[in-house]
């Protein structure tokens, strides 16, 4: 067998290997024995780029290119559903249908409401071509790139299947319980906002511009309904079961009801059933079986009449307030956090509630005893919703303490009433006065250079991949070494070589041979025995494989071009954008730190609050020592002599749309060069539209668009010798 043969061989073996293990749960193989056929195919495919296919299963991983969402109109609008919460109005929905009907027999079929996110999928010849959001119903973005990192959705159906030539399958994409618990438990680790439930994670994951952290977060998906000429047949329901067997993740949990009574029972059963399904359920939806029936019952403007979905109450438990904590993350936001008694609640014991910020703290008007609402629901993270109607706890904690202090009882005992619990107006941590931004509803602590969990933001900030992209340095062993002492602040990091080897030489000259390290180096007598206490340590020892890749990154970290180190500096309101743009505009570190007010909010871009904040970081003499220091270790501070003589003014005023793949550079160079000639990235096309830089493989979406608009498609030599011209 030849290698084109055998490359199109695993990609089918694997396609089913995945449906079986995501899909039906019934692995064939071994992980081992699956690693060893993708192996096999990433090898091949790697000596074949000719036989490159977005399908293929080794795309699953996803790609660290960013991408631009494109904007797709629906070939058939994505309506949202009526919902209620009333079981009456499900009586009048059934009645509704027969009437419309005209009294003709009727199925419903009965299906769970996943909370997600909706996604249409459009196939052709068995192959996934597009997947699109939902979007405001008529039209929604294209998220393809990201879809095909989900393993349970099929990019290619199997062979022989009577699919139609071309169809179009709805569903939801979700996180299940154990990703998104998995997630949250990363993101409170690294002091990041936690997630409020999976849908919004599943919502923010699938929109995400990088699809590797689409593919690391584990989202699932389920496929609810069919449509496109030639479908199997006039039933819903039946049409999924023929889904399901072509490939397709249906939920095995329909029934098709025949009664009010059996929609009722259904209802009933999964009220409580739900809790031990492994992703969010937030209700049920009752279809009309028939396609034919549907078509008759027609729509309104904003939702079908053949449908309606029934919610589940949000449940409730009623506990005591005894505390409310504030917490501080990473970027500096205060966090109200209420301690109650625990009470049961989704199954689970709850002590904790989050109170959002100041302002919700204040509609509620809690006291310390206050008999409070907790509710669950879609939350994973619990909230308090209001106080008990009956309440009067906080008399009662008033009047005992009172009582309890000689003489005072009688005198305020009947009218004191405790007061509100107040939002703190200072840092609980640092103490510094906290302050709140324009727009935002968080009270933030502004000592990013004092205070614990924002020095530890700002350095997991400096060394992210878009800042100075120090890898195999994640935010544990920041932790880590923050708290060992070892780091004050990300400048630190350039001096980890010269502690490691210092700390070697002290511990060589103090050598003992009854010291010995677990990992075979000695400590000595004098060592700091505290960095090597446990398993968790790190082992400051430039020999050790994984330190050595720490240091190596950092170093490599040097050559890092200026327009990202002003990022990783860690200006508040300067992102990724407005650092390049303050740095082609000044060209020096020096020259963005003397800028004035008039001439920041002189450059296209940076308004007031950005301009305000560049100049209060420059006047802060801890910032100008945390820049100079990195200066010293030889860190890029003005624009690159290359960078300099590369730009022009060939592409300005000139909007550019990036799409396929490219032989000469990568997608992320291009964008640098159509920026550094002055022209615009934009993600989408229009009618302002300058041209689209097409590579192989060009999204046949937007080539349709272009075309249409009648944009002219240029290809990479095209465009590299536009930018090299002298004209």
Same mark, same amino acid.
């Given at each position: 067998?030849?290698?084109?043969?055998?490359?199109? /061989?695993?990609?089918?073996? =694997?396609?089913?290997?995945?449906?079986?293990?995501?899909?039906?749960?019934?692995?064939?193989?071994?992980?081992? *024995?699956? %690693?060893?056929?993708?192996?096999?195919?990433?090898?091949?495919?790697?000596?074949?780029? #000719?036989?490159?296919?977005?399908?293929?299963?080794?795309?699953?991983?996803? !790609?660290?290119?960013?991408?631009?969402?494109?904007?797709?109109?629906?070939?058939?609008?994505?309506?949202?559903?009526?919902?209620?919460?009333?079981?009456?109005?499900?009586? &009048?929905?059934?009645?509704?249908?027969?009437?419309?009907?005209?009294?003709?027999?009727?199925?419903?079929?009965? #299906?769970?409401?996943?909370?997600?996110?909706?996604?249409?999928?459009?196939?052709?010849?068995?192959?996934?071509?597009?997947?699109?959001?939902?979007?405001?119903?008529?039209?929604?973005?294209?998220?393809?790139?990201?879809?095909?990192?989900?393993?349970?959705?099929?990019?290619?159906?199997?062979?022989?299947?009577?699919?139609?030539?071309?169809?179009?399958?709805?569903?939801?994409?979700?996180?299940?319980?154990?990703?998104?618990?998995?997630?949250?438990?990363?993101?409170?680790?690294?002091?990041?906002?936690?997630?409020?439930?999976?849908?919004?994670?599943?919502?923010?994951?699938?929109?995400?511009?990088?699809?590797?952290?689409?593919?690391?977060?584990?989202? %699932?998906?389920?496929?609810?309904?069919?449509?496109?000429?030639?479908?199997?047949?006039?039933?819903?329901?039946?049409?999924? #079961?023929?889904?399901?067997?072509?490939?397709? /993740?249906?939920?095995?949990?329909?029934?098709?009801?025949?009664?009010?009574?059996?929609?009722? *029972?259904?209802i009933d059963y999964w009220d409580e059933g739900r809790k031990k399904l492994p992703v969010a359920t937030d209700g049920v939806v009752l279809k009309v079986n028939s396609l034919a029936q549907q078509k008759s019952l027609g729509m309104t403007a904003k939702s079908p009449r053949w449908a309606i979905a029934y919610k589940f109450q949000a449940e409730q438990a009623e506990t005591t307030l005894r505390q409310v904590v504030?917490?501080?993350?990473?970027?500096?936001?205060?966090?109200?956090?209420?301690?109650? &008694?625990?009470?049961?609640?989704?199954?689970? /014991?709850?002590?904790?509630?989050?109170?959002?910020?100041?302002?919700? +703290?204040?509609? =509620?008007?809690?006291?310390?005893?206050?008999?409070?609402?907790?509710?669950?629901?879609?939350?994973?993270?619990?909230?308090?919703?209001?106080?008990?109607?009956?309440?009067?706890?906080? $008399?009662?904690?008033?009047?005992?303490? $009172?009582?309890?202090?000689?003489?005072?009882?009688?005198?305020?005992?009947?009218?004191?009433?405790?007061?509100?619990?107040?939002?703190?107006?200072?840092?609980?941590?640092?103490?510094?006065?906290?302050?709140?931004?324009?727009? *935002?509803?968080?009270?933030?602590?502004?000592?990013?250079?004092?205070?614990?969990?924002?020095?530890?933001?700002?350095?997991?900030?400096?060394?992210?991949?878009?800042? +100075?992209?120090?890898?195999?340095?994640?935010?544990?062993?920041? %932790?880590?070494?923050?708290?060992?002492?070892?780091?004050? &602040?990300?400048? %630190?990091?350039?001096?980890?070589?010269?502690?490691?080897? #210092? =700390?070697?030489?002290?511990?060589?000259?103090?050598?003992?041979?009854?010291?010995?390290?677990?990992?075979?180096?000695?400590?000595?007598?004098?060592?700091?025995?505290?960095?090597?206490?446990?398993?968790?340590?790190?082992?400051?020892?430039?020999?050790?494989?994984?330190?050595?890749?720490?240091?190596?990154?950092?170093? *490599?970290?040097?050559?890092?071009?200026?327009?990202?180190?002003?990022?990783?500096?860690?200006?508040?309101?300067?992102?990724?954008i407005a650092a390049k743009t303050l740095a082609r505009y000044y060209g020096s570190m020096d020259k963005v730190a003397e800028a004035s007010k008039e001439s920041l909010m002189q450059i296209n871009g940076i308004g007031e609050v950005i301009a305000d904040s560049v100049i209060g970081y420059f006047a802060n003499p801890v910032n100008r020592a945390f820049v100079e220091r990195l200066r010293g270790y030889g860190l890029? +501070?003005?624009?690159?002599?290359?960078?300099?003589?590369?730009?022009?003014?060939?592409?300005?005023?000139?909007?550019v749309v990036i799409s396929g793949v490219f032989q000469h550079h990568s997608r992320d160079e291009y964008k640098a060069l159509i920026e550094q000639h002055g022209g615009k990235n934009v993600g989408s096309i229009s009618a302002k539209t300058s041209f689209v830089l097409a590579g192989d493989n060009m999204g046949p979406a937007k080539l349709e668009k272009a075309q249409k608009l009648g944009i002219r498609i240029m !290809?990479?030599?095209?465009?590299?010798?536009?930018?090299?011209?002298?004209?």
């Amino acid at each position: 067998m030849d290698e084109k043969a055998r490359i199109l /061989q695993l990609r089918d073996e =694997l396609h089913q290997h995945n449906y079986r293990y995501y899909v039906e749960n019934a692995p064939v193989i071994s992980d081992q *024995e699956f %690693d060893f056929l993708m192996h096999e195919l990433q090898d091949l495919e790697a000596r074949h780029p #000719e036989l490159f296919d977005a399908n293929s299963p080794t795309q699953r991983v996803g !790609s660290d290119l960013n991408n631009e969402f494109e904007t797709v109109v629906h070939t058939r609008p994505m309506l949202s559903l009526g919902n209620t919460y009333n079981r009456d109005e499900v009586a &009048d929905f059934w009645q509704r249908v027969s009437e419309g009907l005209m009294g003709a027999p009727f199925q419903i079929c009965c #299906e769970l409401k996943f909370d997600g996110l909706s996604i249409s999928l459009h196939y052709e010849e068995g192959r996934l071509v597009r997947a699109v959001t939902r979007g405001d119903g008529v039209q929604g973005d294209d998220v393809t790139a990201n879809v095909r990192t989900i393993r349970s959705i099929p990019l290619q159906l199997p062979a022989g299947g009577d699919w139609p030539r071309e169809f179009e399958i709805r569903g939801e994409v979700l996180m299940p319980w154990s990703s998104f618990d998995r997630l949250n438990k990363e993101r409170e680790e690294a002091g990041e906002p936690l997630f409020a439930n999976p849908r919004n994670a599943a919502s923010g994951t699938l929109k995400s511009k990088n699809s590797s952290t689409v593919a690391q977060r584990g989202l %699932d998906a389920y496929l609810y309904y069919l449509l496109g000429d030639g479908i199997p047949g006039d039933g819903h329901y039946q049409n999924l #079961e023929a889904a399901a067997k072509w490939g397709f /993740q249906v939920s095995k949990n329909m029934k098709l009801a025949n009664s009010l009574e059996e929609v009722y *029972e259904y209802i009933d059963y999964w009220d409580e059933g739900r809790k031990k399904l492994p992703v969010a359920t937030d209700g049920v939806v009752l279809k009309v079986n028939s396609l034919a029936q549907q078509k008759s019952l027609g729509m309104t403007a904003k939702s079908p009449r053949w449908a309606i979905a029934y919610k589940f109450q949000a449940e409730q438990a009623e506990t005591t307030l005894r505390q409310v904590v504030f917490q501080v993350g990473r970027t500096g936001a205060v966090t109200p956090v209420a301690n109650m &008694d625990p009470v049961q609640l989704a199954g689970t /014991q709850v002590r904790r509630a989050t109170l959002h910020n100041a302002d919700v +703290m204040a509609s =509620l008007d809690l006291h310390v005893g206050d008999h409070v609402l907790v509710e669950k629901g879609g939350e994973i993270i619990p909230k308090i919703v209001g106080k008990a109607e009956t309440d009067n706890s906080k $008399f009662k904690i008033q009047n005992s303490k $009172f009582k309890s202090e000689e003489g005072a009882g009688e005198q305020c005992s009947i009218f004191n009433v405790q007061s509100s619990i107040s939002f703190v107006d200072r840092c609980p941590v640092c103490g510094s006065k906290l302050v709140r931004y324009e727009g *935002e509803a968080a009270h933030y602590c502004p000592n990013d250079t004092g205070c614990p969990p924002l020095i530890l933001g700002r350095i997991e900030h400096f060394i992210s991949r878009k800042a +100075m992209n120090i890898t195999s340095l994640g935010p544990e062993t920041v %932790d880590d070494y923050f708290h060992r002492g070892l780091i004050h &602040d990300a400048a %630190d990091l350039y001096e980890l070589r010269v502690k490691s080897e #210092e =700390l070697r030489v002290k511990n060589n000259s103090n050598n003992s041979e009854d010291d010995i390290n677990p990992d075979g180096s000695s400590l000595g007598s004098g060592a700091d025995e505290s960095l090597f206490s446990d398993a968790l340590a790190p082992k400051l020892n430039p020999v050790n494989a994984s330190f050595s890749k720490i240091l190596a990154s950092i170093e *490599e970290s040097k050559k890092v071009p200026f327009e990202r180190v002003l990022f990783a500096i860690g200006i508040r309101f300067v992102g990724e954008i407005a650092a390049k743009t303050l740095a082609r505009y000044y060209g020096s570190m020096d020259k963005v730190a003397e800028a004035s007010k008039e001439s920041l909010m002189q450059i296209n871009g940076i308004g007031e609050v950005i301009a305000d904040s560049v100049i209060g970081y420059f006047a802060n003499p801890v910032n100008r020592a945390f820049v100079e220091r990195l200066r010293g270790y030889g860190l890029q +501070m003005e624009i690159g002599e290359q960078q300099k003589q590369a730009q022009s003014d060939k592409l300005q005023g000139q909007s550019v749309v990036i799409s396929g793949v490219f032989q000469h550079h990568s997608r992320d160079e291009y964008k640098a060069l159509i920026e550094q000639h002055g022209g615009k990235n934009v993600g989408s096309i229009s009618a302002k539209t300058s041209f689209v830089l097409a590579g192989d493989n060009m999204g046949p979406a937007k080539l349709e668009k272009a075309q249409k608009l009648g944009i002219r498609i240029m !290809s990479e030599d095209e465009f590299l010798s536009l930018i090299k011209s002298e004209e």
